[in-house]
């Protein structure tokens, strides 16, 4: 965190770009990630923030919601006047349809976050995260809470309630102050995220009541041991005001509420646009892509390698490339996928890494699928990788000839396609070695990096040892990985 001296004499507290991308991006590949969204990240799809969704509730009370601070408050008394039934209605005719998922919905449902955490009441993030195939354990109810999809791969909190159920929904300043009550079980899940990930806030003013409530008690728990969050706020700029005391003003109170939030751990990072944070949600996206390295291999037979040595390379390929802080990506092929991923395991064991968090493994589809869901299986795969070995590569066809796996080539394919570098090591023959000579044919195209070239040259080296071969694979790997 920096500390930089302001003109209006209030120190501004801002965490700097790179350090929140590093520290993020380890929470993201170790699986401690997790999101809060807050209205801002719904309104680019033409949902509405809380005081343009109570303007009309406001007019019934003969009141200027632009003149209004306390927007629970309106809430509470339309409510008082009128009952329930017409801020219900509001709530449902605004929230309760179809819209489509902005692009930084789609990079965050691609991320491996696991717990999602929400003030709105759409269904944008449950719906990003299904259209990236994931399965989703949604949260609205305490009695939801109560009960546990099985298979799940994320988890959305919605903590205020859900817009096809309007009459449970937090709106009120009444529903707000019961909400320890009511929603208990809602406040102890959070806490327990908030002690055990790693947040990143989006699209929140952080003037929410409820949640000022939760990070209050937080502190008191946790005392100075408050793991660190992160928040991407737009900073305040001088364009946006008539007067340059409306500007000295608004960027004071930015200073004060930035110096606030670390007293819950929470530290800011300024963007000069809402652009600029799906800039940097992308860059993340590329950068876990670039630490993920995708294996590709299948030996029915293994030519002039022995057994023992196939399965020393393999494995000792998964120890180093986890040692070198890679995550791999891999199905189950033929022999070789078993000695990776036995690599990967002894390796994180040894450092104490949660397997899961350096190696993502595919389910095959059944024998019997078309070929739409073998391709889609490899397509979603590759997509989450910088970088694709590719290592023998042979299977037996249905007359019992040995041949070379047309899915390695599929693979080489789909990941060309995605912008998934090949490194194939042509050393260990078959398929594996057609790829590698295509690669130094297309070098410039496939690859691009001449200072690689030496290092591609050794993979077709069929003398190198086993050590030699791990070497020049985590050379590539490393400088593809680069930012």
């Not at 001296?5 to 590093?22: C, D, E, H």
């Not at 696991?114 to 003030?119: E, I, L, V, Y």
């Not at 739409?372 to 397509?379: A, I, L």
Request: aromatic fraction near 10%; hydrophobic fraction near 40%; charged fraction near 25%.
């Amino acid at each position: 965190m920096v500390t930089v001296k302001g003109r209006t004499g209030v120190q501004s507290m801002a965490m700097p770009l790179s350090g929140f991308i590093k520290s993020y991006l380890k929470a993201l590949e170790e699986g401690d990630a997790a999101v809060f969204a807050g209205a801002g990240l719904s309104m680019p799809s033409g949902f509405v923030n809380w005081r343009t969704l109570l303007r009309d509730v406001a007019e019934d009370l003969s009141l200027d919601i632009n003149k209004e601070t306390d927007l629970l408050s309106v809430a509470q008394y339309h409510v008082n006047e009128f009952g329930r039934g017409r801020i219900n209605q509001v709530l449902l005719d605004e929230f309760y349809r179809t819209a489509a998922e902005t692009e930084n919905h789609r990079i965050l449902a691609a991320l491996p976050v696991r717990s999602f955490w929400t003030t709105n009441y759409d269904n944008l993030i449950e719906s990003a995260l299904r259209a990236v195939g994931k399965s989703v354990d949604v949260k609205v109810s305490t009695e939801n809470l109560a009960l546990t999809a099985r298979g799940h791969d994320a988890v959305v909190y919605k903590m205020h309630g859900d817009a096809s159920a309007p009459d449970r929904a937090v709106l009120t300043k009444n529903d707000f102050e019961t909400y320890n009550h009511s929603r208990r079980m809602f406040t102890t899940a959070l806490q327990s995220d908030l002690a055990s990930k790693t947040f990143l806030f989006l699209g929140f003013s952080f003037n929410d009541p409820n949640l000022d409530s939760i990070l209050g008690r937080m502190k008191t728990m946790l005392g100075e041991s408050v793991r660190p969050h992160y928040c991407l706020m737009r900073q305040e700029l001088r364009r946006d005001f008539d007067t340059d005391a409306d500007y000295a003003y608004a960027r004071t109170r930015q200073q004060l509420k930035m110096r606030d939030l670390v007293r819950y751990g929470i530290q800011v990072v300024l963007v000069e646009s809402y652009e600029q944070i799906t800039e940097i949600l992308r860059k993340l996206q590329i950068l876990l892509r670039r630490n993920c390295v995708f294996l590709s291999g299948t030996a029915e037979q293994y030519g002039n390698w022995h057994e023992d040595r196939a399965w020393e390379l393999g494995e000792t390929l998964g120890q180093e490339l986890v040692g070198h802080g890679f995550r791999i990506a891999t199905g189950y092929g033929l022999r070789v996928g078993d000695s990776v991923i036995r690599g990967v395991l002894q390796k994180a064991s040894k450092i104490k890494t949660p397997p899961a968090a350096r190696l993502h493994l595919g389910c095959l589809p059944d024998p019997l699928a078309g070929d739409s869901e073998w391709r889609q299986y490899r397509s979603d795969m590759l997509g989450t990788s910088g970088s694709a070995i590719f290592l023998f590569g042979n299977k037996t066809d249905a007359s019992g000839l040995l041949v070379d796996a047309n899915g390695m080539f599929e693979e080489f394919k789909i990941g060309l396609d995605q912008k998934v570098v090949p490194v194939p090591v042509g050393a260990t023959g078959f398929a594996a070695e057609k790829l590698w000579q295509q690669v130094m044919d297309n070098f410039r195209e496939y690859v691009g990096d001449e200072d690689l070239r030496s290092y591609y040259e050794d993979l077709g080296n069929k003398s190198l040892s086993n050590a030699d071969l791990v070497d020049r694979i985590l050379r590539i790997t490393s400088k593809l990985a680069s930012p």
